[in-house]
C-alpha cells in the first residue's frame, strides 16, 4: 500500500520535458559563462609540475564542480535544476541522495560535459588527435544519440530517466514533496547564486559570436603593442612568421591577420593574440575567404 502511494506520488509530481530541458541549459551556461569571467581577469592555473611538465589550466571546471556539489548537497539537485524547482530522487523508493550519489552526481555534470567540449576543440582546431580521442569522440556520439531515445521513452512515459546517467545512477528528476531544509544563510546564499545565474547568461549571450559580428564594426582597431623597437607590419605578411600570408584568418578581437597554422600554433602556448596581448581563444577567428 504505501508503495502504491509513493508510485501515485511520483506520477503526480513528474516534470514535462521542456522543464528538464531548461534546467540542463542552465547548466550548461555555467562553464562557458565562468571562462569569460576568469580569462578576463586573467585567472588560470599555471604552475610547474615537475621536470618540463607544466599545468596550464582554467578554474572553470573545479568551481563548477564545486557550484554543482553544494546545490546537490543542499537541494539534492543541480543548479539548473534547483532553478526550476525539481530535484533528484532514487526511482524505486523516492528518497533523496546519498553522499556518494551526490559526489557522483557532480562530477558527471562537470566533467562530461568538460571532455567533449575539449575533444571537440581538439578535433576543429585540425590537432593530431590520439586514437583513444577518437574513440571518446565516438562514446559520446553513442551517449548523445542514447539520451535522445531516453528521452522520447520519457516524453511517451515508457520511461521513468529522461537520461541513460538518470538510469544508471537510478535516479530520476521529481518536484519535492517537501521544500528543502536549510538555514537562512544558506537559502540567502544559494539564492544569490541563482540572481549571478541572470548576470553569467547575460555574458555568455554578450560574447557570443553574433553578437561580436554585430559591433564589431564599431570597435576600432587596436594599435600594436611596443618591443624593444615598434616594429611596422606590412601589408599581406603574418605578424607571426613575417612572411607571406598563408590560409589568412582573422582575429575577431583585435582584427590582426595571421597564417592560420601561425596563430593556431600560437595559441595552443598562449591565449592571447601576439600583436595585442588580447585574451582570444579558437573561437575569436575567422578564415578570410579571397573573391
Not at 35 to 59: A, C, I, M, T
Not at 163 to 175: E, M
Not at 194 to 210: H, M, P
Not at 241 to 252: G, I
Request: charged residues 20%; contains cysteine; glycine residues 4%.
Amino acid at each position: 500500500m504505501a508503495e502504491a502511494a509513493n508510485v501515485r506520488q511520483n506520477l503526480q509530481n513528474v516534470p514535462s520535458i521542456f522543464e528538464i530541458s531548461a534546467a540542463e541549459t542552465l547548466d550548461n551556461l555555467i562553464y562557458p559563462a565562468l571562462s569569460k569571467v576568469f580569462d578576463y581577469f586573467g585567472l588560470r592555473l599555471d604552475f610547474k609540475l615537475w621536470g618540463n611538465l607544466r599545468v596550464r589550466e582554467e578554474l572553470s571546471p573545479v568551481v563548477t564542480w564545486i557550484l554543482q556539489y553544494l546545490y546537490l548537497r543542499k537541494r539534492a539537485s543541480s543548479f539548473g535544476e534547483s532553478f526550476y524547482g525539481l530535484q533528484r530522487t532514487a526511482t524505486a523508493t523516492g528518497e533523496l541522495l546519498t553522499r556518494q550519489q551526490q559526489f557522483t552526481s557532480a562530477t558527471l555534470l562537470t566533467l562530461l560535459p568538460y571532455l567533449e567540449r575539449r575533444l571537440r576543440a581538439r578535433s576543429a582546431q585540425h590537432e593530431d588527435t590520439y586514437a583513444w580521442e577518437q574513440h571518446l569522440i565516438k562514446m559520446f556520439h553513442v551517449y548523445n544519440a542514447s539520451k535522445a531515445v531516453h528521452t522520447f521513452l520519457y516524453l511517451i512515459k515508457y520511461a521513468a530517466s529522461h537520461s541513460p546517467l538518470f538510469r544508471a545512477l537510478h535516479l530520476t528528476l521529481r518536484y519535492p514533496s517537501v521544500p528543502p531544509e536549510e538555514d537562512k544563510w544558506t537559502y540567502i546564499f544559494l539564492k544569490m547564486l541563482e540572481v549571478v545565474a541572470f548576470f553569467l547568461q547575460f555574458i555568455q549571450w554578450w560574447y557570443s559570436n553574433d553578437q561580436r559580428r554585430k559591433v564589431g564594426g564599431t570597435l576600432q582597431n587596436p594599435e600594436a603593442l611596443c618591443t624593444e623597437e615598434k616594429q611596422t607590419l606590412k601589408s599581406g605578411e603574418c605578424p607571426v612568421c613575417l612572411m607571406q600570408l598563408q590560409t589568412p584568418t582573422a582575429c575577431a578581437v583585435s582584427g590582426y591577420v595571421y597564417c592560420w597554422k601561425c596563430i593556431v600554433s600560437h595559441l595552443k602556448r598562449e591565449p592571447s593574440c601576439p600583436v595585442t596581448k588580447y585574451p582570444i581563444s579558437i573561437d575569436d577567428l575567422v578564415r578570410i575567404y579571397e573573391t
